[in-house]
């Protein structure tokens, strides 16, 4: 329990310690500008070259993909003369950046589809990858990596990480450039990643004081619009002013939250979370349940049966704590100190975090993920 105790304090105080240095943060790094996104695409494909770990017969999508391959290179085949155990059907997805060229490279995910034990070893063959619109964007093809082993003998397996889906590093290569529109009319949106009032009105007061008064207007907690000034409006110069505006730093307002996983025990304070005076008694029950075996041995030439039987024991306690009065924190060094003071586990702290919200002390969001 005192290394999970040391654990929690030292995320607490790291949350904390990040939050003294928010106050110099660019603006690239919180938003981003409208319009610059990259693009998702998908495909369908075959992979060949495995050691017998491909869709068996009951992956009829597979075969008929064989037979329709072969026949574009001139080769007739019946679907029902196919044995295959090399070969896998899959789906290959790729996500392109803004402002990629044609010739550009990017990584693929290859995933299979039928009941394939794994892609490793294996080679996909060329595959068109479209985008939402059907309009083929990239081809894909290469070796993949899986990055895991899965070995099968005798009825037994070993198997290390997910070899059923992989990747290939610059597998796709860009047919057609993506075209991408950040500005219309000479206005630049800037969209906040983490939608606020306070931070928007910041980036507004930053653009205006640094580059040109009235150019810049938060719409809302989320965006920012600016206004291009003349001497930016010739070719090129735009990439300038937007580079301008990104290195500009602002101090984001951050919002007292508490984020808690009851899964896995996991439990993130943020910087501005604070605990009015309170005090808090928490104890848990102890069940322990015994058992003890009994043997019956019946008398000798009686003819009776050895009986066996299990003799359980219940026993019940309770945890004995004192109440303990926190006086109240408004760092998060001192929530930190506070709830170790408690020395509870971390589940005990979860619940203790939602006792405090329900009885009002916690100046903060409770989000439970």
């Known amino acids: 329990m005192k ?197 928007a009105s910041r980036i507004a007061e930053a653009v205006n004081a640094n580059i040109q008064t009235g150019i810049a207007v938060a719409n809302d907690a989320s965006t920012v619009s600016l206004l291009v000034p003349e001497e930016f409006r010739t070719a090129g110069n735009l990439v300038e002013f937007i580079s301008t505006v990104e290195l500009l730093e602002v101090a984001p307002d951050v919002v007292a939250k508490v984020v808690i996983n009851e899964r896995t025990g996991t439990i993130v304070v943020g910087g501005n979370v604070a605990i009015l005076p309170v005090a808090i008694s928490h104890g848990g029950v102890n069940i322990e349940v015994q058992s003890t075996p009994v043997i019956s041995q019946p008398a000798p030439f009686s003819q009776g049966q050895t009986i066996s039987t299990q003799l359980f024991t219940v026993a019940a306690g309770e945890d004995t704590s004192a109440v303990v009065a926190l006086e109240g924190a408004t760092t998060v060094q001192d929530v930190a100190r506070a709830l170790n003071a408690l020395r509870v586990a971390p589940r005990d702290i979860i619940a203790i975090f939602q006792a405090l919200k329900e009885a009002g002390a916690l100046k903060a969001a409770l989000v439970i993920i």
């Open 3 to 199: 290394r999970i105790l040391s654990v929690f304090a030292v995320a607490l105080l790291v949350t904390g310690s990040s939050d003294m240095s928010i106050g110099g943060t660019r603006i690239k790094d919180i938003a981003s500008v409208q319009g610059v996104r990259g693009q998702q695409l998908i495909g369908y494909g075959l992979v060949v070259g495995l050691n017998g770990t491909g869709d068996s017969q009951r992956s009829t999508f597979t075969l008929q993909s064989v037979a329709s391959m072969l026949k574009r290179f001139g080769i007739t085949v019946a679907q029902s003369d196919l044995r295959l155990r090399n070969v896998a059907a899959v789906m290959v997805t790729a996500t392109v950046p803004a402002f990629a060229k044609e010739g550009g490279a990017v990584d693929v995910i290859v995933s299979s589809m039928g009941d394939a034990t794994s892609l490793q070893g294996g080679t996909l063959l060329m595959t068109p990858l479209s985008g939402i619109d059907g309009v083929v964007y990239a081809t894909a093809q290469g070796p993949i990596s899986v990055g895991g082993i899965s070995v099968r003998a005798g009825g037994n397996e070993v198997r290390r990480n997910h070899t059923a889906a992989g990747r290939i590093p610059g597998g796709a290569i860009l047919e057609k450039s993506l075209a991408t529109e950040f500005s219309k009319d000479w206005k630049v949106l800037v969209v906040l990643h983490h939608a606020d009032f306070t931070t």
